[in-house]
């Protein structure tokens, strides 16, 4: 199989738009396809003048997903020629994708159809009818197990985060769907419905959509898709953040079973904890190569966090959504930087920050804090928007779209928030109320004032 990545995708850097929404997802996804079929259709016409220099008398020609062969030739068994020749244009389908391992085989078949050309020897077999013989074997997901990778990369940038997500899905493939049992429409629907919980049937539904896609197959799973029930989730409060933040400490210097070598690692968990917790940050944003030096410069008046621009949104650099953390939360402590530095980071494979994640998500766990990681960074979805804060800043510090904000916000905006935001507007109100009123008095009073003024004036005019 051809070695895309270097040849294709060398000047290709995809959007930063995958943060979960639709259109996100589409945006990086159409960017790639465009990138793509532009360097196919270059390479297409290098074939194309090449076969024409070697006197080749067939052209190949892009139609849709796959490649066609165009070629003058003897008129089809039962066809006619409107001016009676005996030779007609024709358009060859052989099954060839629209890829790069397409082309090369395309080119061979030219190849070979030219030669027959050339010595005019075409017959119009089967093959180029269209007509198969005999049925080909179907692929089993044992043996497409053997060349997923090829297959999902053949159109694809291979970067740390798609490679990740490669990842995830071919273990996911490897204990649901392998098997002897051949590929077919069918077989991928059976084992879609053989799952009767929601989220694993929908992530079976995504890598049988994959699969049906690389191999052509004609389905589709929407109708296979089991409704969610909402789950509960707990996102803390404010003070309950700023409460549960010690429990590393205690949970560290306290458990008998710590070893006194580790004791102090307490210090990176709090720190991990008041990264997401400030700057609603994905707990991969602090361990996928953070700017940690920036975060300690006295450049940094405003305490913004630098995220690097291979995390899932790109490159951002992010106001604090509570200042006064910063400090409370000792977050510029340099002692506990480095050694988060040099506990955390430094990974060069996605399983390795895969690792690094959930060793803090372990560590919230191990220390009974009721509540993820991830929903620190819901807190603070939820708090920008009980603040005031125009959802366009707020979608941008956090780093995804105003559509996965508003998703986000109202998904999580439990009754304690709704009861939080009718009160806080309800006060709004009431101070402006209160505001009239007391422009209403002052307005009253300057009236008693200037009627006060005129009539000082006109007794002393008297006297």
Same mark, same amino acid.
């Given at each position: 199989?051809?070695? =895309? ?90 099954? =060839? ?31 180029? !009818? ?58 991928? #629907? ?19 959509? =994959? ?5 052509? =197959? ?12 909402? #789950? ?43 990264? !997401? ?18 975060? !300690? ?53 996605? #399983? ?112």
């Amino acid at each position: 199989m051809t070695d =895309i990545q270097g040849k294709v995708f060398n000047d290709f850097i995809p959007p930063a738009t995958t943060d979960g929404s639709y259109r996100g997802k589409k945006e990086q996804r159409d960017a790639t396809q465009k990138h793509f079929r532009m360097k196919l259709k270059q390479e297409l016409a290098t074939i194309n003048q090449r076969l024409k220099q070697s006197k080749i008398k067939v052209k190949l020609l892009l139609t849709g997903n796959a490649i066609q062969l165009q070629a003058t030739l003897p008129l089809k068994p039962s066809d006619t020629h409107k001016q009676g020749r005996s030779n007609k244009q024709y358009k060859i389908s052989l099954g =060839i994708p629209a890829n790069f391992d397409g082309l090369r085989t395309a080119e061979e078949e030219a190849q070979e159809l030219g030669k027959l050309i050339a010595r005019q020897t075409f017959i119009w077999t089967d093959k180029y !009818l269209g007509v198969r013989a005999t049925k080909e074997k179907g692929i089993t997901f044992r043996e497409f197990y053997d060349i997923f990778e090829k297959k999902y990369f053949a159109n694809k940038k291979k970067t740390r985060k798609s490679v990740g997500t490669f990842e995830n899905y071919k273990s996911r493939y490897k204990s649901i769907f392998m098997s002897d049992e051949v590929i077919s429409a069918k077989s991928l #629907r059976e084992i879609v419905l053989s799952i009767c919980s929601p989220t694993p049937r929908y992530e079976a539904i995504r890598i049988a959509s =994959i699969i049906s896609n690389l191999l052509s =197959i004609d389905t589709k799973f929407t109708d296979l898709i089991l409704k969610q029930e909402k #789950r509960e989730r707990n996102i803390p409060s404010d003070k309950e953040i700023v409460f549960y933040i010690n429990n590393f400490q205690k949970q560290y210097e306290s458990a008998k079973n710590t070893p006194k070598s580790i004791r102090h690692k307490w210090k990176i968990y709090k720190l991990a904890y008041g990264l !997401l917790a400030i700057y609603g940050l994905r707990p991969r944003e602090i361990v996928n190569k953070p700017d940690l030096n920036w975060l !300690l410069s006295p450049e940094n008046v405003r305490n913004t966090f630098k995220v690097h621009a291979d995390n899932k949104t790109g490159y951002r650099e992010v106001v604090p959504f509570v200042a006064d953390w910063v400090e409370l939360f000792d977050i510029k402590n340099e002692a506990n930087i480095r050694l988060f530095q040099d506990t955390m980071l430094g990974c060069t494979t996605s #399983r390795e920050l895969h690792l690094k994640v959930g060793l803090i998500s372990s560590n919230f766990v191990r220390s009974k804090i009721p509540f993820q990681p991830y929903d620190l960074r819901h807190a603070c979805a939820i708090r920008a928007h009980l603040q005031g804060v125009p959802i366009k800043p707020a979608s941008d510090n956090l780093g995804h779209t105003v559509e996965m904000h508003t998703k986000v916000y109202q998904h999580w905006f439990g009754f304690d928030n709704r009861v939080k935001a009718f009160n806080q507007a309800r006060q709004e109100q009431n101070e402006l109320q209160h505001a009239y009123d007391e422009i209403a008095n002052l307005r009253k009073r300057v009236a008693e004032l200037e009627l006060e003024n005129i009539r000082l004036r006109l007794t002393s005019k008297t006297k």
